[in-house]
């Protein structure tokens, strides 16, 4: 009996290093870029693609990201609304319909924020507004790719890569 629950103990210790290594190295997977992506994240620093109407990230594409910096995307109403829909009736759908991949790895905002009004005075009319979203990242310093997806009120998906660094 004693035999039996000392093995039991053994095979219990090596299935949870086995777990602890393999999460470590999942959790280690999404810090860098993998070296098969890493011509796709170059050539998108060389030729980055124009920002879409619905976004702004901070830091810009093909920008530099301090180890410490949080990573914060504007999600724009005016570029995902049709005219006259109103934004405060879209601006938690927005959010909640916005996800952002680094490295392949989807990864949550660490600060969600969609102001009551929503209203952004540089440009009138009911469908402007934004949707704030910022991200903490834990990546290792190089070249990294993002990417980010969305809806707009038809339901139909939007997307935009880019690449970065992290200094």
């Known amino acids: 009996m004693k035999k039996a629950i000392k093995y039991l103990i053994v095979i219990f210790c090596i299935a949870l290093f086995i777990a602890f290594t393999a999460y ?66 879209f601006r938690v759908s927005i959010a909640f319909n916005t996800f952002l991949y680094i490295n392949n790895r989807s990864v949550s905002p660490a600060e969600t924020s969609y102001p009551l009004g929503g209203f952004n005075s540089m440009y009138p009319g009911p469908e402007n507004g934004t949707v704030y979203l910022c991200y903490n990242l834990d990546l290792e310093k190089g070249v990294h790719l993002g990417e980010v997806t969305t809806k707009n009120s038809s339901g139909t998906e939007l997307s935009y890569k880019w690449a970065f660094y992290v200094q």
Not at 35 to 58: G, R, Y
């Open 24 to 89: 470590t190295l999942w959790l280690r997977q999404g810090r860098s870029l993998s070296t098969e992506l890493i011509p796709t994240a170059e050539a998108l620093i060389q030729n980055s693609l124009p920002l879409p109407s619905f976004i702004v990230i901070n830091p810009h594409p093909g920008g530099n990201l301090a180890p410490d910096q949080r990573m914060c995307l504007s999600i724009l109403g005016r570029g995902l609304l049709k005219s006259g829909e109103r934004f405060t009736e």
